[in-house]
């Protein structure tokens, strides 16, 4: 799918409609959230057809596994080098203790997503706040948004006013925008990060969980996560706060039960609960 000139979505995985993963097609090249290790072959069969053998960057908003899982599969076959956090890169580069927390929380659905590969820390380039990569074309500005992961790198592509956030913005379902916050969240960092991105000269957002929205969504997201936050505080359990959030939110109801969407949405009350205790 095309999104703008130069920029691409692809469908990433053998469940449609769940992972974005975005390629910049211009002077330097560029992959941003590659997903999950078991879509890696979608990836590069994608590029094939568009021949394209050789990348010049993955861009790995963070390190969960449905996001950065087949980014050291990938780099090894076009020989690209990672964009991280700082704080992600030595999970990166060995995800062996990734690997254990993610099946920890995740169950069987790890096992569906797939074994991240590691890769050569050498290959990984730690990203600053507002580091920016010339692409030719374009450039690509890396902004740094704690609160649904501390490691959590957001992307600007400034000349076509993209902004590629990640989980910092939230799931894009049926026109509306789902917090995503698993444990550990940061409530009032995730906030800030959305403050950021209003104040940022962008017209396209385009979210791996899945597919593009007006800025409109940042606003959006902004109230919807005010509002489960202090939802939260009163329930007693992950069962609980969904009911409550029935109630004041007519939108949650569109999330069906046993999707993939679903499992993202209840392990997001699980972290929205922890938050308002700590």
Do not use: N, P, Y
């Given at each position: 799918m095309r999104v703008a000139e130069k920029v691409y979505l692809i469908d990433s995985f053998a469940v449609p409609g769940i992972f974005s993963t975005y390629f910049l097609d211009f002077e330097k090249k560029v992959l941003i959230d590659p997903c999950v290790a078991n879509g890696a072959?979608?990836?590069?069969d994608f590029l094939s057809k568009?021949?394209?053998s050789k990348l010049d960057y993955i861009a790995v908003?963070?390190?969960?596994?449905?996001?950065g899982g087949s980014a050291a599969t990938i780099a090894k076959k076009t020989n690209a080098k990672i964009l991280a956090h700082p704080k992600g890169l030595k999970h990166i580069a060995n995800p062996e203790k990734l690997w254990f927390a993610s099946k920890a929380v995740l169950g069987e659905l790890a096992e569906i997503y797939g074994k991240p590969e590691g890769i050569e820390e050498e290959r990984i380039i730690p990203v600053e706040d507002w580091q920016s990569f010339d692409l030719g074309d374009d450039e690509l500005v890396a902004i740094h948004v704690p609160g649904h992961a501390p490691h959590m790198v957001a992307y600007l592509l400034k000349r076509r006013k993209i902004l590629f956030p990640s989980d910092?913005?939230?799931?894009?379902?049926?026109g509306n925008v789902f917090p995503l916050t698993p444990p550990p969240f940061d409530f009032e960092k995730a906030i800030e990060s959305l403050e950021k991105f209003e104040k940022l000269d962008i017209e396209v957002v385009a979210l791996t969980h899945f597919g593009v929205?007006?800025?409109d969504c940042?606003?959006?997201a902004k109230r919807r996560l005010k509002l489960w936050f202090e939802v939260a505080k009163e329930a007693k359990s992950i069962e609980d706060l969904d009911s409550r959030l029935r109630e004041v939110d007519e939108a949650v109801a569109q999330l069906e039960k046993g999707s993939l969407l679903h499992s993202f949405y209840l392990t997001s009350l699980g972290g929205l609960l922890s938050s308002t205790k700590s």
């Open positions: 072959k979608i990836i590069l568009h021949g394209v908003t963070h390190v969960h596994i449905d996001h910092a913005v939230g799931m894009l379902h049926k929205a007006t800025k940042i606003t959006e």
